[in-house]
């Protein structure tokens, strides 16, 4: 048996609208935590030129 989800009761009160919020949030952060970046705009930033040269 699992350990009881500390987060189900907080989860449980939330809007639609606010779900999916936090689901946007975690899926950042999980694509932080594997890929390094957080969104795709961040990724390309690292392959526009640089406006100073």
């Not at 350990?3 to 809007?15: D, I, Q």
């Not at 919020?21 to 957080?38: I, N």
């Amino acid at each position: 048996m699992g350990r009881a989800n500390p987060f189900g009761e907080l989860v449980a009160v939330l809007t639609a609208d606010e779900f999916l919020l936090l689901r946007k949030a975690v899926d950042e952060r999980r694509c932080r935590d594997e890929v390094g970046v957080g969104k795709l705009a961040e990724n390309a930033a690292a392959y526009l030129p640089d406006p100073e040269y």
